[in-house]
């Protein structure tokens, strides 16, 4: 399995650079040869050869970089092999990769301070913290991904140009794009937590209990939910400046404070001290890194993106309450059970969306069309999941 990772490594190459061609749907459809390899190989090895899921994944793997190959020749990539240790383009990645390094392992490193202290809280709470983190990054990689990868290409050629007026309207049409999207979720994750858990996840082992202990995580965590999909622009904004060191930093300080949160709270609030202390450290690590960026470019158009996020949050909060509206009356019309919630929190999602779609309409938020363009797409990747 680990000679995987050279199949991977090889795959990250081929969609950056696809990616820097203007070329976004094929490092998207990637997913799509690894997942029926991977069923594939599930499907083969129950009740017989146990090799043959290893196997499996390792031909997934390597399919995600062999179905990049023809299309990475179309764009023209060529490739010799050549190593010259004394290249300044060597030193300059060394010199960038190393801090990029540094502030992977913290991010680990936070996230295991965080499971470390949950172990110490009993039955149910670490599991608890795992589900409620597992919805939250599955919104990381259904939305921001997707805006992420666009702007990211954009972002270094606006800063290699030297355009600055570009660069800063990149970073605050995609910041806004974020704060549009992720803002009414988040607060409709905590809206509608507990029901959208039991719907998930309340089955087998997984009780009443187990639904409250998750409800509370996921309520907790999705109030920085936006601050990750807003750092994550950020770290993107400072890479391509070539300033790897920055976010190494701000991530530093988050960790300490995450931790120092995590012993204060961890006691008088259990699994949900946690849950507060990793939402803080995200907000705090944002506020860093736009007073870093107005340090190291100036301005950065703050006031558009406060702008647009003080109409998100008066939409999610219309929307917010029409959801809690729509659902309350539905669940006490149809009454419990799977099928019936399952129609009410539909219900209510739907309904809630449309007001917040018809409200960012009427507010007339410039990013608009732009949103609702990254929606789609993570629409298809769902799909295509």
């Known amino acids: 399995m680990i000679s995987g990772v050279l199949f991977l490594s090889g795959s990250k190459i081929f969609s950056s650079f696809l990616q820097v061609n203007d070329s ?29 899921l290893p196997a499996g994944a390792l031909l997934a793997m390597a399919s995600q970089l062999l179905f990049q190959l023809p299309f990475a020749f179309k764009k023209s990539y060529k490739y010799k092999p050549y190593i010259n240790l004394k290249d300044e383009s060597i030193k300059e990645l060394v010199n960038l990769v190393l801090p990029m390094l540094v502030g992977v392992a913290v991010g680990q490193l936070n996230i295991f301070v965080d499971r470390l202290l949950a ?70 994750a905590i809206i509608l937590a ?4 039991r719907i998930l996840f309340q ?32 770290y993107r904004a400072f890479y391509s400046l070539s300033d790897t060191k920055t976010p190494m930093i701000n991530g530093s300080i988050a960790l300490i404070i995450n931790i120092v949160l995590n012993l204060i709270l961890i006691r008088p609030l259990g ?14 690590t944002v506020i860093l890194l736009f007073i870093s960026l107005k340090k190291k470019n ?5 006031d558009k993106i406060i702008k647009t996020g003080l109409k998100s949050l008066v939409a999610s909060g219309v929307m917010a309450v029409a ?52 929606l789609r797409k993570g629409k298809q990747k769902l799909l295509r999941r």
């Open 271 to 284: 699994h949900a001290g946690i849950a507060i202390s990793t939402s803080t450290s995200n907000i705090i």
């Open 323 to 374: 959801t809690l509206l729509i659902y309350n009356n539905l669940y006490a019309f149809m009454g419990s059970g799977t099928i019936k919630e399952i129609i009410s929190v539909g219900a209510g999602v739907l309904g809630g969306a449309s007001v917040y779609t018809v409200l960012i309409v009427l507010f007339k938020v410039e990013e608009m069309d732009l949103a609702f363009e990254f």
């Open 203 to 234: 089955r087998g082992k997984f009780d009443a209990l187990s639904t409250d202990l998750t409800s509370i995580a996921l309520r907790l965590y999705s109030l920085g939910l936006l601050a990750c999909g807003v750092r994550d622009v950020l």
């Open 24 to 52: 976004f749907v094929i490092p998207g459809l990637i997913g799509i040869p690894y997942n029926i390899i991977i069923i594939a190989a599930i499907a083969l090895s129950a009740g017989k050869n146990v090799w043959i």
């Open 194 to 197: 507990e029901p959208l858990v």
């Open 298 to 302: 100036g301005y950065f158009g703050g």
């Open 119 to 188: 172990t110490t809280l009993g039955d149910g709470k670490l599991s608890a913290l795992n589900y409620a983190n597992r919805l939250n990054e599955f919104v990381m990689a259904l939305f921001v991904t997707s805006i992420i990868t666009v702007i990211y290409p954009k972002l270094a050629k606006m800063s290699g140009k030297d355009n600055k007026e570009g660069f800063i309207s990149t970073i605050v049409k995609s910041s806004n794009c974020i704060i549009l999207v992720v803002l009414p979720i988040s607060i409709g």
